[in-house]
């Protein structure tokens, strides 16, 4: 090592004179190149040393090189105008093929529009911010970009699951240049951003002590800081006098603060211990060794304050950028052209006036194709910036960085290298190893607390004359005190405990009365006011989870059952009606069983037409037989076919009569219910007046099913709401009253078996707690509510807050209605199908003995119609030698 440190220093001493070099071989040429950077900042100085130090070695590697590189070193004193001075008599006067810096953002932001001008590549390691591509296209970054690490910040915000993150960055062109791109990706991962706190490069400590002491009485305890090396040591020296480097807080802080870490004071890194950072990955080579200890022996003849312990990314940007423009001039090689003037001479008066270089359009070119393994990694460009890499988290501990993860945007978070192409992103927290968290805690803190001022967590209840039965608010006559008592407040103190930690509250007092007892408020504004969080930061009771109130607030899950129903009272049917026999059967039925009845008679008449002649004598007679068919005797094929008639016909019937009488049976012992109403949309078209409760969101929704608002009445108690359904629509009261499920349970077991849920359940979210959007305590509370739920807690809270005895209901009396047809469709169709199948088999036999008289009348030639009127006469015509026989007969019985 010392080997390599004498060897370095002898190379430093015979480097020629800085903008004066001149090679002696007339075979090589030179290529002017300007270095602009901020020799007092501690990136300036390892930046130019590192940029002497890898012309070295690059022509000590490639001594048959045909060019070479001449460095004209320029100071811009931290300031834009001695940057842009410096940039300008360099292109003025050096006529510089490139120009290597500036240093800071807001320096190239100008620097780039000279370049331009002249058509001189710009080539910056140290200007960060994404803000300055594409600007111009002489304009190359040769470190990467602020905008790459953002997502592996966002990643760690990830795989902790903080929800609200505050962003501390310094107000120049360097720190406003990440935050459009930080917000953006910690939205990404579902993070909101509760303040921005940007602080001028020259802030006060009693600047920098005021935001801070804002942010201590803000909840959010997690904080990304982008700011200058400067800048952000005085921020974490102030941020540890007021006690935010302790328990409970998060800080993360961007490459541009950790790679400088080395260079801290010790009291700085003292406040900085558990701080979170990022910076891109060097992989691990043998030539990475030497530059420590060459940094130390550099820096130690500047300023002995500085012992830089880690190889500085920026260092090493500036070592890369060189070999890169130095290969370029090699490709480009005897085509190199002089500058000449842009129409403007040299001596004009004009300040800007620039000469436009030849070489540089084609140095540019060839820079941007140039790809080698550098000492940071691949030297590879992509739209004029270094291609991303991955990036290192390190965790500060004691006085050095300790890396707990790797980020890419492949595998996401990783303890180390991922070589497999087969692993899936993962950015849980597992994949770290053990952080240590300020206030040496091991605790991952949960990224919000409540302020630092003393405050509790102020939760707004409702005060009701009516529908207080979940919830009671009383007030104490002899102070302000208020007495909550009920469901929805053991639910909400069961939960709180349940909370892995613990929230200070208080319940404060929302009333829906003014004192005259007319309505003061509602619960959409009960809402509103939690949004506001002037006066409440909660909002507990009967709250149902709506789409217009999620707007404001954000709801936990649910803790009661949700649902809208509608109740009517009762009607009771009178057993001693004298048409109750006739309840049983519905009118389509009793007029489908008097139809079959009269078909299957018929049918029995024709097909025993044919066998008992002595029945012909009269209409009245062939009427008789038809009604009394299930007596009628058969005989022969016609008989049997009867007889399937009548086996089928007495099983439908058969059924019909036992069911008859048991439905007339349970409506002669029991007493049946009737609703008043059984459709909301009947109670839409017949105009009644419907209730619901006062205050709430169902005045809106009822007007959404399609009801009038003149319609709609609403009430502040169950007694009011008794008293109206009573009385009826038409004497000032209401048909029906709609409430949520909870609300509706408890009147039916208030007014045990005088009123029954009718029609659809309207499915709503149920009741929940409402807290101000963006509180990260909502989650907490969510999932404490769901373990309460599993184990059984919330169900026993209501058992035992249940004053009523459960209502067995008016529907366990309820019979069954009337009989329908749709019941005995089939019956009828087995019925209706035998019977034509045995008639059209008679039709059958009967065409076929008589053939003979078919064949004499199709030999007459008369139409379809005449034949089948001549052939039903036949069918029913008297035979009068049967009907003489059968009259001889007679007269003989009588006379003996």
């Not at 090189?65 to 940039?87: P, W």
């Not at 892995?500 to 009365?513: I, T």
């Not at 009427?623 to 005797?633: E, N, Q, T, V």
Request: charged share 20%; net charge neutral.
């Amino acid at each position: 090592m010392d080997f390599l440190l004498l060897q370095f220093l002898i190379s430093l001493l015979l480097l020629p004179s800085l903008g004066t070099e001149q090679n002696s071989t007339d075979s090589i040429i030179n290529f002017q190149v300007g270095v602009v950077l901020d020799l007092d900042s501690p990136v300036g100085r390892i930046g130019k040393d590192c940029l002497y130090k890898a012309r070295s070695d690059f022509y000590s590697f490639h001594r048959n090189h045909t060019t070479k590189l001449v460095l004209h070193l320029r100071d811009s004193k931290e300031t834009v105008i001695d940057a842009a001075a410096a940039a300008l008599d360099l292109l003025q006067n050096v006529k510089v093929d490139a120009i290597i810096g500036p240093q800071k953002s807001t320096q190239a932001s100008f620097v780039m529009d000279l370049g331009d001008r002249a058509s001189v590549p710009i080539l910056s390691f140290s200007a960060t911010s994404p803000s300055l591509i594409p600007r111009t296209r002489y304009f190359v970054q040769t470190a990467q970009s602020d905008a790459d690490q953002v997502k592996a910040i966002a990643s760690i915000v990830e795989a902790f699951s903080w929800n609200q993150v505050v962003i501390i960055y310094e107000d120049t062109e360097y720190g406003n240049g990440i935050i459009s791109y930080l917000s953006n990706a910690l939205q990404d991962v579902n993070a909101r951003v509760s303040n921005r706190s940007a602080f001028p490069k020259s802030a006060t400590d009693d600047f920098i002590c005021k935001e801070l002491y804002k942010m201590m009485t803000m909840r959010t305890r997690v904080f990304v800081v982008h700011m200058s090396q400067h800048l952000g040591a005085r921020l974490f020296l102030k941020s540890k006098e007021l006690g935010m480097m302790s328990n409970g807080y998060a800080w993360i802080v961007t490459s541009g603060l950790t790679d400088l870490f080395s260079l801290m004071d010790v009291d700085v890194v003292e406040a900085m211990q558990g701080v979170l950072g990022v910076k891109p990955l060097i992989p691990k080579r043998k030539e990475l060794d030497t530059f420590p200890s060459i940094w130390n022996a550099m820096s130690l003849q500047v300023d002995g304050s500085i012992k830089p312990t880690e190889v500085s990314i920026f260092g090493l940007w500036a070592y890369d950028t060189l070999w890169a423009l130095a290969m370029a001039a090699e490709r480009i090689g005897n085509k190199h052209l002089k500058a000449i003037k842009n129409g403007v001479d040299s001596n004009s008066e004009f300040p800007f006036s620039l000469g436009i270089s030849k070489a540089g359009p084609k140095l540019l070119k060839e820079i941007l194709r140039t790809r080698f393994q550098g000492r940071a990694g691949v030297f590879h460009l992509a739209d004029g910036e270094l291609v991303q890499t991955p990036y290192q988290i390190v965790n500060i501990v004691g006085k050095r960085e300790r890396q707990v993860g790797i980020w890419s945007s492949s595998y996401g978070i990783s303890k180390e290298v991922i070589l497999n192409v087969t692993t899936s992103y993962s950015t849980s927290k597992e994949n770290f190893r053990s952080i240590i968290w300020p206030g040496n805690s091991v605790i991952a803190p949960k990224g919000w607390e409540f302020p630092v001022n003393g405050k509790k967590l102020r939760v707004g209840v409702s005060e009701k004359s009516g529908f207080n039965e979940f919830l009671k608010v009383v007030r104490v006559p002899q102070s302000n005190a208020i007495n909550v008592s009920g469901y929805f407040k053991e639910v909400f103190d069961s939960v709180m405990e349940a909370l892995p930690y613990s929230v200070p509250y208080e319940y404060v007092l929302y009333p829906f009365e003014n004192s005259g007892g007319s309505s003061a408020g509602s619960y959409d504004n009960f809402v509103y006011q939690v949004s506001l969080q002037e006066k409440y930061d909660a909002a507990l009771g009967d709250i149902t989870i709506t789409a217009n109130r999620s707007i404001y607030v954000d709801f936990t899950f649910p803790y009661a059952e949700g649902g809208v129903a509608s109740v009517v009272p009762i009607k009771y049917d009178d057993r001693n009606d004298k048409w109750t026999f006739l309840q049983p059967l519905t009118k389509e039925l009793w007029l489908m069983s008097a139809t079959f009845y009269i078909f299957t008679g018929l049918s029995i008449w024709i097909l025993g037409r044919r066998i008992e002649t002595g029945c012909r004598d009269s209409a009245g007679q062939h009427a008789g037989m038809i009604c009394c068919f299930p007596f009628f005797p058969g005989q022969g094929i016609e008989g049997n076919l009867i007889c399937l008639v009548l086996v089928t016909w007495a099983f439908v019937a058969n059924l019909l009569i036992s069911t008859y009488t048991a439905s007339l049976s349970s409506r002669l012992t029991v007493q049946r219910l009737q609703p008043g109403f059984t459709d909301v949309m009947k109670l839409i078209r017949s105009g009644d007046y419907i209730g619901c409760q006062e205050g709430s969101f169902l005045v809106d929704f009822l007007k959404g099913l399609g009801f009038e608002e003149s319609k709609i009445r609403t009430y502040k108690s169950t007694h009011d709401c008794d008293e109206a359904l009573t009385n009826g629509s038409s004497n000032g009261g209401i048909s029906a009253y709609f409430d949520v499920l909870p609300h509706i349970n408890l009147f039916l077991s208030e007014f045990c078996g005088k009123y029954m849920i009718v029609g659809p359940t309207y499915r709503t979210g149920g009741f929940a707690f409402a807290f101000p959007k963006g509180l990260p305590l909502v989650a907490d509370v969510s999932r404490a509510i769901i373990q309460l739920t599993e184990n059984g807690t919330i169900v026993e809270i209501g058992q035992m807050n249940s004053s009523n005895p459960a209502c067995a209901g008016p529907e366990s009396a309820i019979t069954s209605n009337s009989m329908t047809l749709q019941s005995f469709q089939v019956l009828f169709a087995i019925t209706g199908c035998v019977t034509i199948a045995c008639l059209l088999v008679s039709l059958i036999i009967y065409l076929y003995k008589n053939r003979g008289f078919l064949q004499g009348v199709s030999n007459f030639n008369v139409s379809i119609w005449s034949g089948i009127h001549a052939l039903c006469r036949y069918f029913v015509k008297i035979d009068l030698s049967s009907r003489s026989k059968a009259g001889h007969t007679k007269n003989q019985i009588q006379k003996t």
